[in-house]
């Protein structure tokens, strides 16, 4: 839709100058146009396609030479995940990835990751998280308001 905006904006510019000049503007303001709004639609599908919630995996941890979970929480798990692929620390094991979608912001999805991490006997150990996303002072008061349902 935006696209065919550009274009009456073109011919509005072609017909409104005189001679080539005005063409020629129309063409640079028709062209520039087209590639904001082209630019525009890709950021809106990128931004359609992250995925926020809590992702899980495992990973060779090279210290201990054993291998590792690991869970996390992001707004956009693939672009996280890939993060973690690329940084050559906690490398994702091919095909031990679980995502869950987890809405509702960044204390949704640290409730979550603490719920899972608390089913893996929380960070340490085989368990390659170094904290808990949620302390449990904060639980207590995120459960008092009503927030943290169990």
């Known amino acids: 839709m935006r696209q ?26 028709a062209e520039d146009a087209l590639k904001i709004g082209a ?16 992702y899980e995996f495992k990973y060779l941890d090279k210290e201990e030479n054993v291998i590792k979970d690991y869970t996390g929480q992001s707004k956009d798990m693939e672009k996280r995940l890939h993060q973690h ?8 094991i091919e095909g031990t990835v679980k995502k869950t979608t987890v809405t509702g912001g960044k204390t949704a999805r640290e409730i979550h990751e603490t719920k899972v991490l608390k089913t893996k006997g929380g960070p340490g150990g085989t368990n390659g998280n170094q904290r808990w996303p949620v302390s449990a002072a904060r639980e207590k008061l995120l459960k008092a308001k009503g927030v943290w349902k169990n």
Not at 6 to 29: H, K
């Open 4 to 29: 065919h905006g550009v274009a009456f904006l073109a011919v509005d510019v072609f017909t409104a100058g005189e001679g080539g000049e005005a063409l020629r503007v129309g063409e640079v303001l």
């Open 85 to 92: 692929a690329s940084g050559g620390e906690k490398v994702p």
């Open 39 to 54: 630019e525009d639609e890709v950021k809106e599908l990128a931004e359609k396609a992250a995925e926020e919630g809590v």
